[in-house]
């Protein structure tokens, strides 16, 4: 649909300009998925606003020159580009090589939000897939889901839920899952790995920020982010609200992130893996100041 304003598309948008952009430097090539990721997106900038699009174009072409520079690409020297998916870890979207040199680049616009992970694959997130701690973990979660249905009382969808039924059940995943975390709170192996999850590091992130009603280019800016230290410890707490819950991840490196859970799809499922997410947000973390672009 013509001038859609989905997160999703503007995205996807911008990393297929930037990444058009890059392409048309002599010696660039792109790497097979990121061949597939741009034929596809060549429809998908088609439903984005026209004004929003010729912005993102701007932002592009002052993005690259920056980027050539960062990675060190000399002139017709040969680099490659390569798209990430949604399904890789970490929160980069975009990785230029160039001989021995790299550069990640994640690529936001008009918010600096962390991942959106999923309550269930907590352990994972950590890398204790398949310990006892995953099992252990996902054997808990099923028992809270069990009591959500039974106290959803046959609802299909979460607002038809009888009263406090959703915020029971946000509490007790969040309670679950600051458990888990305290448990590989000793193990700096699954502190570094979670970080690395939620944040990210030795990378780069360009945030293109548009103005909201015109869509004119209003800034584009960028953090280092290969200069965050390293986390080694962490805890977790749950905050509960009148009408909310969140994870609260507090790491030894300064950083506290919290992880806000709601409901990923309005539909509940009448077996397995009820539908959550976390919109994790940085409460508090340092990060190197800011470079502008634009």
Known sequence: MPGSRSSNDNGRSLEYLITDSLARVKGCRLSPRTLNDQSRDSTTINRIEPKLKNSFIKAAGITTPWILNEVGVSKSQAFEVDR??????????????????????SIKHNHDALSHPRPYSLADWMGLANTNIEIDHRSRMDSAIKKF????????TFPSLPAGVKLKLYQEACAECAKTVNKASSNPAAVSNLFE???????????????????????????????????????????????????LLSFDNGWTIDLRIKNASTRISPTGQVSLKFDAQKKYGAVPPATTLF
Do not use: M, Q, W
């Open 84 to 105: 990430h998916s949604d399904s890789d870890p970490g929160v980069v979207d975009i990785t230029i090589k160039c001989a021995s040199r790299s550069l990640g680049v």
């Open 149 to 156: 249905r039974i106290a959803a009382c046959g609802a299909t």
């Open 197 to 247: 999850f939620l944040v990210g590091s030795n990378f780069k992130k360009v945030i293109v920020e548009t103005n909201n009603t015109s869509y004119t280019l209003r800034s584009i800016s960028v953090s280092d982010y290969t200069k965050i230290s390293t986390a080694t410890s962490f805890k977790a707490l749950v905050d509960n609200r009148p009408r909310a819950s969140s994870l």
